[in-house]
């Protein structure tokens, strides 16, 4: 399966709005979507499907530094 079936987009085609990708910025058309596509993965908007790594868990960590409490 070549990476542009698996992303979702037609061969040759920028994932992101869907023109001809050139080569300076393949997969991308331009500049312009490779930024966009960055940015989406900085925020977050993206990810990667898997297990937890180990250790970690849905709760914050406990800092194990607590204040005794006034009298």
């Given at each position: 399966?070549?990476?542009?079936?698996?992303?979702?987009?037609?061969?040759?085609?920028?994932?992101?709005?869907?023109?001809?990708?050139?080569?300076?910025?393949?997969?991308?058309?331009?500049?312009?979507?490779?930024?966009?596509d960055?940015?989406?993965?900085?925020?977050?908007?993206?990810?990667?499907?898997?297990?937890?790594?180990?250790?970690?868990?849905?709760?914050?960590?406990?800092?194990?530094?607590?204040?005794?409490?006034?009298?």
């Amino acid at each position: 399966m070549t990476e542009a079936k698996r992303a979702g987009a037609a061969p040759g085609r920028c994932p992101i709005c869907s023109r001809p990708s050139q080569d300076d910025y393949r997969p991308f058309c331009s500049r312009r979507c490779a930024d966009v596509d960055l940015s989406r993965w900085l925020r977050g908007s993206y990810a990667v499907a898997g297990e937890p790594a180990h250790g970690e868990r849905d709760e914050a960590p406990a800092t194990g530094t607590s204040r005794p409490e006034e009298s």
